[in-house]
Nanobody
Framework: QVQLVESGGGLVQAGGSLRLSCVLS????????MGWFRQAPGKEREFVAL????????DYADSVKGRFTISRDNAKNTVYLQMNNLKPEDTAVYYC?????????????????WGQGTQVTVSS
């Protein structure tokens, strides 16, 4: 089994920055492409960003492209989401997820393990 624990959420003013972290533990051998997703109240969970196991491939939702950066440090079993120029519409619970296998995928259904989520609130 794999466990994921997110941290780094909080309250920030519009235009501010936050960095989310996600630590992967348990059966961490093997390849795990990772993703960040978010869910706002009354809305479905949506894709934010993903990164391949090696870190050489990444992908972003159009709504965050140019503002968010995903990265990973496999030596620390940690994935990061640097969020800059935050907007009120970025307010949501942010989840990290891990996917067994080598391919990257934007779909929530493609991920096998999920963290508990961390709240990000952006005030206007």
């Amino acid at each position: 089994q794999v466990q994921l624990v997110e941290s780094g959420g909080g309250l920030v003013q519009a235009g501010g920055s936050l960095r989310l972290s996600c630590v992967l533990s348990g059966r961490t051998y093997g390849t795990y492409p990772m993703g960040w997703f978010r869910q706002a109240p009354g809305k479905e969970r949506e894709f934010v960003a993903l990164i391949s196991w090696s870190g050489n491939r990444s992908d972003y939702a159009d709504s965050v492209k140019g503002r968010f950066t995903i990265s990973r440090d496999n030596a620390k079993n940690t994935v990061y989401l640097q969020m800059n120029n935050l907007k009120p519409e970025d307010t949501a619970v942010y989840y990290c997820a891990a996917r067994r296998g080598a391919t990257i995928d934007r779909r929530t259904s493609a991920y096998d393990y999920w963290g508990q989520g961390t709240q990000v609130t952006v005030s206007s």
